[in-house]
């Protein structure tokens, strides 16, 4: 098979469900990429085979291998301790996870001549953090996206990374200060999927209603416990106060103003910079920043969007730039 010669660097981006590879030349652009379903549950163990079937999709032998996410967690490839908030973004690659050597042989298919493996393939960190209480929080895979970002130049400030499981994150010079995590993507598709509130919502594929969407932010956070506020989705509709086909909509709409509320709101906290006019970057996906952007223009706040596939390269171009510690 013919290799791609440009290729020096494998960034891959392996979550629970689906990965993302990017190829980086010794500059640090990308050159190629591939995403497909095989994430950490479906190559739960076979992860050097499923690697090598990567890089032969990109038809890459490069030098460095840089995975993040869920490939180092219990679910994945090997288990990487977390890192807490000492640790400063630009110093991750002190605490890469060396694969070891014998895992990389595994990477020759049996029949075939034996691939010559990468010289290093490790795994970044994912953080640890705890709120005044000793609550912990943690992510996997965010960090990589946050390292890219203030490799970027946004080193400071409150970072939102929208998701199945959103994390909002206060960086200063670079360094992790607080981490909060809210079920606002996996609430919306269980409960749109299962339940009393899935029996009255209509088809997944019905056209999406912007005022219903507007009515959900507009309502979170103002009867109560979400879990009120949830059953009241169900009431709008079999009371004819909302079309069904309009309740995914609302509920979207209604996780995503809980989320915010709760960010800009939470009693016996810190202020985060909130209130009217308060402004916070979002890396995510073009649909979610879409969502959150009308949420965020509903409460009088903004997001400043940065690019999510540049922040994910610039970090593996920075990792791989740095020695690999085994």
């Known amino acids: 098979m013919m290799q791609n010669t440009a290729i020096a660097v494998v960034g891959v981006d392996w979550g629970t469900t689906h990965r993302r590879a990017y190829g980086l030349n010794h500059d640090g652009q990308c050159v190629a990429e591939y995403a497909d379903n095989e994430g950490a549950l479906a190559c739960k163990g076979r992860f050097p085979q499923a690697l090598q079937s990567l890089l032969q999709s990109l038809e890459a032998q490069p030098g460095t291998v840089i995975l993040s996410g869920m490939v180092g967690s219990?679910?994945?490839?090997?288990?990487?301790?977390?890192?807490?908030?000492?640790?400063?973004?630009?110093?991750?690659?002190?605490?890469?996870a060396a694969v070891s050597a014998p895992e990389l042989l595994l990477l020759a298919e049996p029949a075939a001549p034996a691939p010559t493996p990468p010289l290093a393939v490790a795994i970044v960190p994912g953080y640890c953090v705890r709120n005044a209480q000793g609550q912990p929080d943690v992510m996997r895979g965010e960090e990589t996206q946050l390292l890219?970002?203030?490799?970027?130049?946004?080193?400071?400030?409150?970072?939102?990374?929208?998701?199945?499981?959103?994390?909002?994150?206060?960086?200063?010079?670079?360094?992790?200060?607080?981490?909060?995590?809210?079920?606002?993507?996996e609430l919306f598709d269980l409960l749109g999927k299962h339940g009393t509130l899935a029996a009255a919502a209509g088809h997944a594929d019905a056209a999406w209603d912007a005022q219903a969407f507007d009515l959900g932010v507009r309502a979170a956070g103002e009867g109560g416990a979400l879990s009120h506020q949830l059953f009241g989705c169900r009431a709008r509709v079999v009371s004819g106060d909302m079309d069904a086909a309009s309740s995914r909509a609302y509920l979207s709409g209604l996780l995503i103003g809980t989320e915010l509320k709760d960010i800009l709101h939470r009693p016996g906290s810190e202020p985060l910079h909130g209130g009217q006019g308060a402004s916070f970057k979002l890396i995510g996906s073009p649909s979610l920043a879409t969502l959150y952007q009308a949420a965020a223009g509903i409460l009088g706040l903004a997001f400043e969007v940065l690019d999510a596939r540049a922040a994910f390269i610039a970090a593996v171009h920075h990792l791989s730039s740095l020695r690999i510690n085994a």
């Not at 679910?75 to 630009?90: E, H, K």
């Not at 998701?163 to 992790?176: D, I, M, N, P, Q």
């Open 74 to 96: 219990a679910l994945g490839w090997q288990v990487v301790p977390y890192v807490d908030g000492a640790v400063a973004l630009s110093d991750l690659d002190k605490h890469l």
């Open 148 to 185: 890219g970002a203030h490799c970027l130049g946004h080193s400071d400030g409150w970072f939102v990374l929208p998701g199945t499981h959103s994390k909002w994150v206060e960086l200063r010079a670079g360094k992790v200060l607080q981490l909060r995590t809210y079920m606002t993507g």
